[in-house]
């Protein structure tokens, strides 16, 4: 191992470090020759491009071109070499620098390879039994300093030659992982582990459900994949699209810098509810409510309901055509209708269906006189006595009219789910008087019932691949939401039993799937918990048995962090002082605490000349957070007051407190006036 020092403290570099300062100049100017050259393409493309479309086309394409190899200045150029054997078939005595992007010098050469290429792939699965062609495997420390390039501090040699590599991370993998955080969330390409990169390169015909325990980087793994894909399929993803769906905002926005800095710009990222929002929400439902409408026998009722709406023609149809009427008759209707229903097309696909086969009925008759062409049957489709035919037996409907039919007519509600809902249910989801679809006051989870009612009317845009994270808190029916886009493409799904939730939040994978359309999906755990350090892990495990869910516990890689439980007689008093200490030390730290508890805290803290942020990442060290708002999210330093409030404050608070012990990255303090909850005591 060579760690020399560092050289911002102005020492000299080791003569082991020279010959890497010398290639890193290369890398630097090969990147600064592509980027003077993107730029002059910018420059220059308009005027080059033959009409105005094509001329804005070329140039925003140039511009993205150019911000890609721009980058951020302060991530390192690269993080690893691969030294292959001499004698290796494929790359002997080759040796390759990996990164984040592709570098190539001025004849075209990679001085730096993709971290998605397939000989990059060895980086992350050579090992001492399994070395692949691989002689030595280099890790490279860097100095990060936001608005300064990255400086090269040091490197760590692994010889897969001579022996086991040991089975924890490096020291140079551990400072990574440890390195004090604020702000979004980073990449982990440095640092992907074994069993991540087989997750992260999984084929994209295949669909995989991760159980990633706390700390074992699922959502990373879920991330880097969609841009692994991006790459690895270009022209497919690009366009059919990838989308990523998060629990809320503040996820988002703590994962929004992972795929730019991958190079992965063009990726739809939003919540499940941002996606579904037809309509504005502007109600909120009561518990039993929501537990009816998020159930997956809504999906029969709105279905009977949609049926209910076509019915048998009743009179033979006439149509004028010039001095010509042609008849249709009624037995020959009922058979188009009869046929379009069996063939069970999406309901404006059978609308639209009927009418072409009314026309070419007309058609026959017609025939018999003349030969129409295509105007003729374009004009006999929208003649008004096919639409009235169509709007008499096949009648066109919005989905949010549908689903205001259901919740608004109790007659309708009754005949259609008299034997799917109790009374008790139905009573629970109908409205006390009908609303149009304007003035409904909608809720949350009217969103997936008029999202239900639109897959039943056509098929929704369906993406290339989606990523679904959080996977154990959605309903049946937000999964059937996720299955709609997902019909023939296939699904990363991420998430963690221990951690469900929400009223709904699943207990079994295997059901889980099944709801999002992918029942073969594999479900492949991860354990090694790289994040969360063994003392906090440790505690979070106590926990596990009073969770009611059968999930493997986290495995400490680290021994490093602390944890320190501090029994106080006022939580709110003793706060400042705690928060003051910690901020002296480096990284973000988070006080989380019961969510009518966050007020106080605030105000207590403000006193104190203290002045927390909320859940939106920002510059700003210090955040206050209600326990609701933390998945997902991470911390150097966590604080966490009353854990016994939390779990008391919700069916499945134990579940709630779980995720929020599993925050910390390096540091967790629990101050606490009430007994510690149950796993924790002792």
């Not at 890398?27 to 002059?40: G, I, Q, S």
């Not at 001499?86 to 050469?109: L, Q």
């Not at 205001?404 to 008299?418: N, S, T």
């Amino acid at each position: 191992m060579t760690l020399p020092s560092d050289p911002t403290t102005g020492a000299e570099p080791t003569r082991d470090l020279a010959p890497e300062l010398t290639y890193l100049a290369r890398v630097h100017a090969a990147r600064n020759r592509a980027l003077d050259t993107a730029r002059l393409r910018v420059d220059t493309g308009a005027t080059v491009a033959g009409d105005g479309y094509t001329a804005e086309t070329l140039g925003r394409m140039l511009r993205g071109h150019a911000r890609d190899l721009a980058g951020q200045p302060h991530v390192p150029p690269y993080f690893g070499r691969l030294d292959f054997l001499d004698k290796d078939d494929e790359h002997p005595g080759a040796r390759y620098y990996v990164g984040r992007r592709h570098v190539a010098d001025v004849d075209g050469s990679p001085l730096v390879l993709d971290w998605r290429a397939p000989v990059s792939r060895r980086f992350y699965q050579a090992s001492a039994d399994h070395p692949e062609g691989v002689r030595r495997r280099r890790r490279f420390g860097w100095a990060v300093r936001p608005g300064r390039p990255a400086e090269l501090t040091g490197f760590e040699d692994e010889d897969l030659l001579v022996g086991a590599t040991g089975a924890g991370p490096g020291r140079l993998v551990a400072e990574e992982i440890e390195r004090p955080r604020v702000g979004p969330m980073r990449d982990i390409v440095a640092t992907i582990q074994p069993d991540q990169d087989r997750l992260v390169r999984a084929d994209l015909a295949r669909s995989i459900c991760v159980q990633g325990a706390p700390g074992t980087g699922k959502t990373a793994v879920g991330l880097h994949r969609a841009a692994y894909l991006l790459y690895t399929h270009a022209a497919r993803l690009r366009r059919s699209g990838v989308l990523v769906l998060g629990p809320n905002p503040a996820f988002l926005r703590h994962v929004r810098e992972v795929l730019p800095a991958l190079g992965e710009a063009d990726v739809t990222q939003t919540t499940l509810a941002e996606l579904l929002a037809r309509v504005p929400v502007r109600g909120h439902d009561a518990a039993d409510a929501a537990m009816v409408k998020q159930n997956a026998r809504m999906a029969e009722v709105l279905r009977r309901a949609l049926a209910e709406r076509i019915r048998l023609p009743e009179e033979p149809l006439m149509v004028p055509d010039g001095s010509y009427r042609w008849r249709v008759s009624v037995e020959a209707l009922r058979r188009l209708v009869v046929e379009v229903r069996a063939e069970q097309p999406p309901y404006a696909t059978g609308r639209e269906r009927l009418r072409a086969r009314v026309v070419q009925q007309v058609q026959r008759h017609a025939e018999t006189r003349d030969t129409p062409g295509p105007a003729w049957v374009r004009r006999i489709s929208r003649s008004r006595p096919v639409a009235a035919l169509l709007d008499r037996v096949w009648p066109a409907v919005r989905p949010e009219e549908l689903v205001a039919e259901v919740l608004g007519d109790p007659e309708l509600l009754d005949r259609v789910a008299g034997d799917l809902l109790a009374p008790a249910e139905r009573a629970a989801i109908r409205w006390p008087r009908p609303r149009t679809p304007r003035t409904a006051p909608w809720t949350e989870a009217d969103l997936v019932l008029i999202d239900e009612a639109a897959g039943l009317l056509d098929r929704p845009t369906g993406y290339g691949h989606v990523v679904v994270d959080e996977a154990q808190d959605l309903s049946p029916m937000q999964c059937r939401a996720v299955a709609r886009r997902a019909v023939h493409a296939s699904l990363t799904i991420l998430g963690d039993l221990a951690q469900g939730t929400t009223p709904w939040a699943a207990s079994s994978w295997r059901e889980q799937v099944a709801h999002l359309g992918k029942p073969d999906a594999a479900v492949l755990p991860l354990t090694a918990g790289f994040r969360v350090p063994g003392p906090v892990v440790t505690l979070a495990n106590r926990l596990l048995a009073t969770l009611g869910v059968d999930v493997p516990p986290t495995v400490p890689v680290r021994g490093s962090g602390e944890l320190r439980i501090h029994p106080v007689v006022d939580p709110v008093a003793a706060l400042p002082a705690l928060v003051r200490g910690a901020l002296d030390r480096p990284g973000s730290l988070a006080v989380i605490a019961v969510e009518t508890a966050v007020p106080v805290l605030a105000a207590a803290l403000q006193a104190a000349g203290l002045e927390p942020t909320g859940p939106e990442p920002t510059d700003g060290r210090l955040t206050l957070l209600a326990a609701g708002q933390v998945k997902g999210l991470e911390y150097d330093h966590v604080i966490v007051v009353e854990p016994a409030a939390i779990v008391a404050a919700e069916p499945r608070g134990a579940r709630r407190l779980y995720v929020v012990l599993t925050r910390a990255v390096s540091r967790l303090d629990v101050m606490h006036a009430a007994p510690l909850p149950a796993g924790l005591a002792g």
